[in-house]
């Protein structure tokens, strides 16, 4: 059984290091831009009384006249 020399294990030791820094300031990256992405577009939730009051005004409006068909037939 061959044991490593220290010259073999210290760049495999940094290459590691290395790769996992660089995996999380990719996650890091990721994470923040995802979080100004949800802020962008989707804006902050509404209390339920709120969003109730909403729904109920929404309901109570009337609904707008149907538009009349008209064929290009008839004059």
């Known amino acids: ?5 220290a ?3 210290q760049p495999t030791q940094r290459r ?3 790769l996992r820094r660089e995996l999380l300031w ?3 990256l990721k994470l923040v831009l995802l979080f ?3 802020a962008a577009f989707f804006p902050q939730r509404l209390p339920a009384p ?3 009051s909403g729904v109920a005004d929404r ?4 609904s707008p006249p149907a ?4 064929s290009k037939d008839q004059p």
């Open 16 to 18: 590691l290091s290395y």
């Open 50 to 52: 709120e969003a109730a």
């Open 59 to 62: 309901i109570a409006l009337p």
């Open 7 to 9: 010259a073999q294990v």
């Open 26 to 28: 990719a996650i890091a």
């Open 1 to 5: 059984m061959t044991h490593p020399s």
């Open 36 to 38: 100004s992405l949800k």
């Open 67 to 70: 538009p009349s068909i008209s």
